[in-house]
């Protein structure tokens, strides 16, 4: 083989180990939809395998909330009309409180969810 074939050969076992291909992440991204409204959080518990590919598309119903995770430094508003579409950190097991992070009304404290990573 000359160099030329070498360096060719090399160049293209390189591009065939795209980052995605070779993500420690298993396989395509599974979206989950999740839906915010006056006083709940469906699914109320999202269950996910740990370095998941894992992406959430979180809907309001009615005003807007935020979809928080504290635990997982997730943070996302959540606008009326619109899709929050956003990435969850799967690398850690464990149990995460999702909670609303707009007080939406009176009834705000009790917007409750869970990420469960196992
Ligand atoms: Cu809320």
């Given amino acids: ?13 390189v591009l065939a180990c795209t980052p995605l291909s070779c993500s420690k992440h298993e396989g395509p991204a599974r979206t989950i939809k999740v839906v915010m409204k ?5 699914p109320a ?15 309001t119903t009615d005003v807007q909330h935020g979809f928080d995770v504290p635990d997982l430094n997730v943070s996302e508003s959540i606008q009326p009309g619109m899709t929050a579409t956003f990435r969850l950190p799967t690398g850690r097991k464990g ?8 007080i939406c009304g009176p009834r705000h404290d009790q917007m409750r969810g869970k990420v469960v990573v196992d």
Avoid: D
């Avoid at 518990?45 to 809907?59: A, D």
């Fill in 1 to 13: 083989m000359s160099r030329t074939q070498t360096a060719l050969y090399v160049f293209c076992a």
């Fill in 38 to 42: 006056k006083y709940s959080i469906e």
């Fill in 45 to 59: 518990e999202i269950h996910v395998r740990q370095g998941e590919n894992v992406v959430l598309e979180v809907t």
């Fill in 95 to 102: 149990n995460f409180t999702v909670e609303c992070g707009v």
